[in-house]
């Protein structure tokens, strides 16, 4: 469950009915209209959870907690599905998300502090969540190595490639092989208010060659507006 916080609850069934009724006159000279059922939908906050237990949020104010009661809700989210080219590279970021955690537990709180800056955690932590898919489009392995950096509209310069704090078990490390393709998520610690996180510049690294390491791609920037 740890994993799927770091990757972060009501039932409310609306239920209705029209009945039409008839005075005594009428009803001797009009036959009756009975009553249908009304259209009934469940309406969840509840984000989605697949079979290892991943959670998924689509919608603001959806929550989840894990077993020491850290709590993840989802601030921010802005899906995006454009694409960079960084030859032969073709990156899509997928969407953005900003993720409060609150309620930290210990467990969490000794990883966390890891990215921050030693001292004890505030109550609420956020960090900025990006999903994205990266395929090699060439047979040849390059060097890659993603997303670089993180600057926000709030003026923070975050370090993606070092203070990412979701592990993959298949992340990048520095060769691309041909022909592949990569379904990757990053997480980066945030000191902004979620509400004053308006846009996302992403620097991405250059493409190269894994032998004589010369840039086939050079760095490329781009921004995204939440």
């Known amino acids: 469950m740890k994993k799927s916080i770091l990757t972060a609850l009501g039932l409310v069934v609306l239920a209705g009915g029209i009945l039409t009724a008839c005075s005594e006159e009428k009803a001797s000279t009009e036959k009756k209209e009975e009553a249908t059922p009304a259209e009934q939908k469940d309406v969840s906050n509840k984000p989605k959870e697949d079979e290892n237990g991943n959670v998924t949020f689509t919608e603001v104010g959806q929550t989840t907690k894990d077993d020491d009661g850290t709590k993840a809700e989802l601030m921010k989210i802005k899906t995006v599905n454009q694409t960079v080219d960084i030859a032969p590279v073709k990156l899509t970021v997928k969407d953005m998300k900003v993720i409060q955690l609150t309620n930290i537990g210990s467990d969490w709180e000794e990883l966390l502090i890891q990215y921050t800056d030693g001292k004890k ?106």
């Open 121 to 226: 955690l505030p109550k609420e932590l956020n960090y900025i969540q990006i999903q994205y898919t990266a395929e090699n489009l060439e047979e040849k392995n390059i060097g890659w190595n993603g997303i670089e950096k993180i600057v926000t509209n709030t003026g923070e310069q975050l370090d993606a490639s070092n203070g990412d704090i979701i592990w993959e078990e298949n992340g990048f490390d520095g060769t691309f092989y041909g022909k592949t393709k990569h379904e990757g998520i990053i997480g980066v610690l945030t000191k902004s208010n979620p509400k004053d996180l308006n846009s996302l510049k992403f620097i991405i690294t250059s493409s190269f060659d894994p032998d004589s390491y010369e840039d086939i791609t050079t760095p490329q920037q781009t921004e995204f507006k939440f």
